[in-house]
T-cell receptor, first 111, second 114 residues
Framework: LAKTTQPISMDSYEGQEVNITCSHN???????ITWYQQFPSQGPRFIIQ???TKVTNEVASLFIPADRKSSTLSLPRVSLSDTAVYYC????????????FGQGTTLQVKP | KAGVTQTPRYLIKTRGQQVTLSCSPI?????VSWYQQTPGQGLQFLFE???????NKGNFPGRFSGRQFSNSRSEMNVSTLELGDSALYLC?????????????FGPGTRLTVL
């Protein structure tokens, strides 16, 4: 499974757009990129998944360049409740319930 | 639709004892995975069950075992508990639709080993 590298921590202010970049140089052809969010003492929550170009849902956008060696999670207009750990995962999408989590990025949103 | 439920939510055991944790997946989900989360090691994959069969396994000793029942409910057992087994144990279920794999996590069981 491809190794991911993301910043350990980031700070932001309410109302700002936050972009968290994840590096995955060894991504395989059949790998998808998935982001999860985790609040303290809770299980992670799926945010978004993509394979290439751009994916958008009601919570976030995921930008993936053509070489797929990195990806950027974009959170529009963050609020204090977006303070959490964000994990970038890379791996095959189907037929596996095995997720490999890295260290994640701790996002602190300030008022 | 009800989410993933885990019981008990909190557990205190002493070294050498064994423990069984339970997970009920979302209705219709046949894949159940277990994870251990500690401050030092982060989130680590334990094993995955699909249709009552263990399909994937992480790098944990044989003291960690699990099973899945015909209704997809799963149990995880840890024998001969060690202090280092203190952790948040998370269960996740998924539908495993091709090209889309969203796992739904339960609230976890907080195990403390004294």
């Amino acid at each position: 499974l491809a190794k991911t590298t993301q910043p350990i921590s980031m700070d932001s202010y309410e109302g700002q757009e936050v972009n968290i970049t994840c590096s995955h140089n060894n991504i395989a052809t059949n790998d998808y990129i998935t982001w999860y969010q985790q609040f303290p003492s809770q299980g992670p929550r799926f945010i978004i998944q993509g394979y290439k170009t751009k994916v958008t849902n009601e919570v976030a956008s995921l930008f993936i360049p053509a070489d797929r060696k990195s990806s950027t999670l974009s959170l529009p207009r963050v609020s204090l409740s977006d303070t959490a750990v964000y994990y970038c995962l890379v791996g095959p999408s189907s037929n596996t319930g095995k997720l490999i989590f890295g260290q994640g990025t701790t996002l602190q949103v300030k008022p | 639709k009800a989410g993933v439920t885990q019981t008990p939510r909190y557990l205190i055991k002493t070294r050498g004892q064994q423990v069984t944790l339970s997970c009920s997946p979302i209705s219709g989900h046949r894949s159940v995975s277990w994870y251990q989360q500690t401050p030092g090691q982060g989130l680590q994959f334990l094993f995955e069950y699909f249709s009552e069969t263990q399909r994937n396994k992480g790098n944990f000793p044989g003291r960690f075992s699990g099973r899945q029942f015909s209704n997809s409910r799963s149990e995880m057992n840890v024998s001969t508990l060690e202090l280092g087994d203190s952790a948040l144990y998370l269960c996740a279920s998924s539908l495993l639709i091709d090209n889309y794999n969203e796992q739904f996590f339960g609230p976890g069981t907080r195990l403390t080993v004294l």
